[in-house]
């Protein structure tokens, strides 16, 4: 299985989707703005500078930024498909939770039950 496949994929792929998700509610709750996306991936994968795997050490650095930036988007975008996180193109802060994070969200809170409350922007 590959990195992608392991943060995307399956009911582990979901709760990297929520983690993900959970992380931009409490940022944006604290400091009233979006976290950026090297601030989610450095939170998430803290082993390697936010990446799941340390990058070959003869990487030209351009190659290297290209190679960061472009394993983040496509997790994100994978993410964002399930509704999980959301951007706005083109802003540089503008990361928050998505429809399908806020609706589990505001169904945990109505819960009776519940006695874990998920943090939401809604």
Same mark, same amino acid.
């Given at each position: 299985?590959?990195?992608?496949?392991?943060?995307?994929?399956?009911?582990?792929?979901?709760?990297?989707?929520?983690?993900?998700?959970?992380? #931009?509610?409490?940022?944006?709750?604290? @400091?009233?703005?979006?976290?950026?996306?090297?601030?989610?991936?450095?939170?998430?994968?803290?082993?390697?500078?936010?990446?799941?795997?340390?990058?070959?050490?003869?990487?030209?650095?351009?190659?290297?930024?290209? =190679?960061?930036?472009?394993?983040?988007?496509? #997790?994100? =975008?994978? $993410?964002?498909?399930?509704?999980?996180?959301? $951007?706005?193109?083109?802003?540089?802060?503008?990361?928050? #939770?998505?429809?399908?994070?806020?609706? @589990?969200?505001?169904?945990?809170?109505?819960?009776?039950?519940?006695?874990?409350?998920? #943090?939401?922007?809604?």
């Amino acid at each position: 299985m590959t990195a992608f496949d392991e943060l995307t994929e399956g009911e582990n792929g979901h709760e990297w989707a929520i983690s993900a998700a959970i992380f #931009v509610a409490g940022f944006s709750k604290r @400091r009233h703005e979006g976290p950026t996306f090297n601030e989610l991936f450095r939170y998430l994968l803290d082993d390697h500078s936010g990446l799941p795997a340390r990058i070959p050490a003869g990487m030209r650095s351009r190659d290297r930024a290209d =190679l960061k930036k472009a394993f983040r988007h496509h #997790v994100a =975008l994978a $993410w964002r498909r399930t509704g999980m996180i959301s $951007w706005a193109t083109g802003e540089y802060r503008s990361l928050h #939770v998505g429809p399908a994070f806020r609706k @589990r969200s505001r169904m945990r809170r109505s819960s009776p039950h519940s006695e874990t409350k998920v #943090v939401s922007d809604a």
